[in-house]
Nanobody, 124 residues
Framework: QVQLVESGGGSVQAGGSLRLSCAAS????????MGWFRQAPGKEREGVAR????????YYADSVKGRFTISQDNAKNTLYLYMNSLKPEDTAIYFC?????????????????WGQGTQVTVSS
């Protein structure tokens, strides 16, 4: 059974930084795609970044390229999202998710396992 628990959200001013963590259990590395998604009030859930647990080039949404970095520590079974130069439009609930298989072309509906989410609020 895969379980995902996010932490690290909070409130920051525009231009600030946060690091989100996702503690994963039950994930078999090199067989799962792990990703970060976000959902703002009144908006659909959107992909932020994803990475295959076997390594390789991560994928990023255009809106976060150059500002966010996804990484993983397989020894700690933890996925991270480093968020820099935060903007008010980054305000959302951020979710960690896992899908069996690779990351190419995956949409939110492809991810079977989800964490409970962590709130990120960026003020101007």
């Amino acid at each position: 059974q895969v379980q995902l628990v996010e932490s690290g959200g909070g409130s920051v001013q525009a231009g600030g930084s946060l690091r989100l963590s996702c503690a994963a259990s039950g994930v078999i590395y090199s067989t799962y795609c792990m990703g970060w998604f976000r959902q703002a009030p009144g908006k659909e859930r959107e992909g932020v970044a994803r990475i295959w647990t076997g390594g390789g080039i991560p994928y990023y949404a255009d809106s976060v390229k150059g500002r966010f970095t996804i990484s993983q520590d397989n020894a700690k079974n933890t996925l991270y999202l480093y968020m820099n130069s935060l903007k008010p439009e980054d305000t959302a609930i951020y979710f960690c998710a896992a899908a069996i298989g690779g990351c190419y072309g995956r949409s939110p509906n492809d991810f079977r396992y989800w964490g409970q989410g962590t709130q990120v609020t960026v003020s101007s």
